[in-house]
């Protein structure tokens, strides 16, 4: 059964509805931070109270069938929660969480995969249960006011750098803009292999309905939310925030087959094609895990992958990503991907897979991004644009040459004081010409630049990691940054040159140890 849509009747109030419901939920956090609870562990706690009502809600539904079997069963549904009271409430909620887990490959078993209580205080489960869960109708509410609040929590939760929340998180204008340039339709199966809490999904879900909701049929909107779009996730326990968050904007059916898997994207050849990935993989270059045995002792056991259908082998893994992604398109199938600037000048297994993307695929566009933008500290990402083609004859590349847009050089934001807009990114979307491709032109700023396959194949290793811009901030004083926005830059750089030192020392076996003295001077800066 999906999720009843009612459409609200003007932007401005589901605004403000959102940002009160956000607003109280999000003051109940704080209550139970005191508890001891993070900002990702109470996100988790309320999705399991959400599903559990918004399954009860649907049950009520006197449109409903008749015949239909309960989403939940009753034993270990609302009603059996909302009947007790005090340590008899906590007990069952504990049984309510390890039993609704027992059900893999449904959006039931990934929400309640593995699911522990960490509200220890019986008197604060009740009052979120009760009064903050228990007092309002989530389906009837509709997808927008519900789905923005939860996203509005998930976006506070990133904040929460303690935790790393934030890994999982893409700003949502660099979304916005990557689903717009690429304009999803109806008839598009569309994936993200690293979804994280599903983005990048919605935002390709919700484009759909904008744009082309009147002019499909019943079958055609129910396909929309039942199969058509899916993602993966390796970590179970953001897996669970991906489905439930996919669920509160009317994607997927609370008692059907989960969209959302949990596992290594990596680890298999995919599946099921795609004709539209949309994605921003996990950054990182470790090629190892830590195995802790019986015995109490560590070792260090490589991580593998026994794929036949990647051209390169490597440990780097943003390159494995870009190499399963491309595996993962349909022919004429198109991805926009966020990858780190390593994937654009690494030798070797790097080298070898750019040759592929330009010659194999049509890789027409890239976005070089500026710092600030992420929750991890000192990422330097692009955003490549690039559809899968039928070889040409002679051996003709498929790449005849590559637009890069320059929104990096002179571009300062921070997280806090300078956030990256939507409006920043609308001179990129005008260049992009989605409509015609065939008549870009280069800008006068001098931001947007065609590169031929001849230039680009004839630099050292095929670098296409491309500067031609010089930040005016320079070398005109009166372009000086603000002091918080200097002070940031240069956090984010030790936190890069840190990473990038783990990254050698790992590669070179050594046992990789948090340096606590520089962690604080970062954190300190």
Same mark, same amino acid.
């Given at each position: 059964?999906?999720?009843?849509?009612?459409?609200?009747?003007?932007?401005?109030?589901?605004?403000?509805?959102?940002?009160?419901?956000?607003?109280?939920?999000?003051?109940?956090?704080?209550?139970?931070?005191?508890?001891?609870?993070?900002?990702?562990?109470?996100?988790?706690?309320?999705?399991?109270?959400?599903?559990?009502?918004?399954?009860?809600?649907?049950?009520?539904?006197?449109?409903?069938?008749?015949?239909?079997?309960?989403?939940?069963?009753?034993?270990?549904?609302?009603?059996?929660?909302?009947?007790?009271?005090?340590?008899?409430?906590?007990?069952?909620?504990?049984?309510?969480?390890?039993?609704?887990?027992?059900?893999?490959?449904?959006?039931?078993?990934?929400?309640?995969?593995?699911?522990?209580?960490?509200?220890?205080?019986?008197?604060?489960?009740?009052?979120?249960?009760?009064?903050?869960?228990?007092?309002?109708?989530?389906?009837?509410?509709?997808?927008?006011?519900?789905?923005?609040?939860?996203?509005?929590?998930?976006?506070?939760?990133?904040?929460?750098?303690?935790?790393?929340?934030?890994?999982?998180?893409?700003?949502?204008?660099?979304?916005?803009?990557?689903?717009?340039?690429?304009?999803?339709?109806?008839?598009?199966?569309?994936?993200?292999?690293?979804?994280?809490?599903?983005?990048?999904?919605?935002? %390709?879900?919700?484009? !759909? +309905?904008?744009?082309? $909701?009147?002019?499909?049929?019943?079958?055609?909107? *129910?396909? =929309?939310?039942? &199969?058509?779009?899916?993602?993966?996730?390796?970590?179970?326990?953001?897996?669970?925030?991906?489905?439930?968050?996919?669920?509160?904007?009317?994607?997927?059916?609370?008692?059907?087959?989960?969209?959302?898997?949990?596992?290594?994207?990596?680890?298999?050849?995919?599946?099921?094609?795609?004709?539209?990935?949309?994605?921003?993989?996990?950054?990182?270059?470790?090629?190892?895990?830590?195995?802790?045995?019986?015995?109490?002792?560590?070792?260090?056991?490589?991580?593998?992958?026994?794929?036949?259908?990647?051209?390169?082998?490597?440990?780097?893994?943003?390159?494995?990503?870009?190499?399963?992604?491309?595996?993962?398109?349909?022919?004429?199938?198109?991805?926009?991907?966020?990858?780190?600037?390593?994937?654009?000048?690494?030798?070797? %297994?790097?080298?070898? !897979? +750019?040759?592929?993307? $330009?010659?194999?695929?049509?890789?027409?566009?890239? *976005?070089? =991004?500026?710092? &600030?933008?992420?929750?991890?500290?000192?990422?330097?990402?692009?955003?490549?644009?690039?559809?899968?083609?039928?070889?040409?004859?002679?051996?003709?590349?498929?790449?005849?040459?590559?637009?890069?847009?320059?929104?990096?050089?002179?571009?300062?934001?921070?997280?806090?004081?300078?956030?990256?807009?939507?409006?920043?990114?609308?001179?990129?979307?005008?260049?992009?010409?989605?409509?015609?491709?065939?008549?870009?032109?280069?800008?006068?700023?001098?931001?947007?630049?065609?590169?031929?396959?001849?230039?680009?194949?004839?630099?050292?290793?095929?670098?296409?990691?491309?500067?031609?811009?010089?930040?005016?901030?320079?070398?005109?004083?009166?372009?000086?940054?603000?002091?918080?926005?200097?002070?940031?830059?240069?956090?984010?750089?030790?936190?890069?040159?840190?990473?990038?030192?783990?990254?050698?020392?790992?590669?070179?076996?050594?046992?990789?140890?948090?340096?606590?003295?520089?962690?604080?001077?970062?954190?300190?800066?």
């Amino acid at each position: 059964m999906g999720i009843t849509e009612i459409t609200s009747t003007a932007p401005a109030k589901i605004t403000a509805q959102t940002n009160s419901l956000v607003a109280k939920l999000w003051n109940y956090c704080n209550v139970l931070r005191d508890n001891g609870l993070s900002t990702v562990e109470y996100v988790e706690q309320l999705s399991y109270l959400l599903f559990l009502k918004m399954a009860d809600e649907m049950g009520s539904d006197p449109f409903a069938e008749e015949t239909a079997s309960p989403i939940v069963p009753p034993a270990y549904d609302w009603q059996s929660l909302v009947s007790k009271r005090g340590e008899e409430l906590e007990v069952h909620y504990r049984t309510v969480l390890t039993e609704l887990g027992k059900r893999p490959g449904t959006t039931l078993g990934t929400v309640f995969a593995k699911a522990q209580n960490r509200i220890t205080e019986p008197a604060l489960l009740e009052k979120l249960v009760v009064d903050l869960i228990g007092k309002t109708d989530w389906v009837l509410e509709g997808t927008d006011l519900k789905g923005d609040a939860y996203e509005g929590l998930l976006a506070k939760g990133a904040e929460d750098t303690k935790t790393g929340a934030g890994q999982y998180f893409t700003p949502r204008p660099l979304i916005d803009a990557m689903v717009q340039v690429m304009r999803p339709g109806p008839k598009d199966r569309i994936t993200d292999p690293a979804c994280g809490t599903a983005g990048f999904l919605i935002a %390709a879900h919700s484009y !759909i +309905r904008e744009h082309h $909701l009147k002019g499909l049929s019943r079958e055609q909107r *129910l396909g =929309l939310g039942q &199969g058509s779009i899916w993602g993966n996730e390796l970590v179970p326990g953001t897996a669970r925030l991906a489905a439930m968050n996919m669920l509160l904007h009317g994607i997927g059916e609370a008692g059907g087959e989960s969209l959302i898997t949990t596992g290594d994207a990596l680890a298999n050849a995919p599946g099921d094609r795609a004709s539209l990935v949309l994605a921003n993989p996990p950054f990182g270059k470790k090629s190892a895990i830590t195995v802790v045995g019986t015995d109490g002792k560590t070792d260090r056991e490589d991580i593998t992958y026994d794929r036949s259908d990647f051209r390169a082998t490597t440990t780097n893994k943003q390159l494995n990503f870009l190499q399963h992604i491309m595996s993962l398109l349909e022919m004429d199938g198109r991805a926009a991907v966020v990858l780190p600037d390593n994937v654009l000048f690494e030798s070797g %297994a790097g080298e070898k !897979i +750019r040759r592929r993307l $330009l010659q194999e695929f049509d890789l027409h566009t890239i *976005l070089r =991004l500026p710092k &600030g933008i992420f929750y991890a500290g000192g990422v330097k990402a692009n955003v490549l644009f690039f559809e899968k083609k039928p070889p040409r004859a002679d051996d003709v590349p498929n790449t005849s040459a590559v637009w890069v847009y320059d929104f990096r050089t002179g571009m300062h934001f921070t997280l806090k004081k300078r956030p990256l807009r939507m409006a920043d990114l609308a001179d990129f979307i005008e260049a992009y010409r989605a409509d015609d491709r065939s008549a870009r032109k280069e800008t006068e700023d001098g931001r947007f630049k065609r590169f031929t396959y001849e230039e680009l194949v004839a630099r050292d290793k095929a670098n296409l990691n491309i500067t031609w811009l010089k930040d005016p901030a320079l070398d005109d004083a009166d372009s000086l940054l603000p002091p918080e926005v200097i002070a940031q830059e240069i956090v984010d750089d030790l936190q890069a040159a840190l990473s990038e030192f783990e990254a050698i020392a790992e590669a070179l076996g050594g046992e990789v140890k948090p340096d606590v003295a520089a962690e604080e001077v970062i954190a300190e800066a």
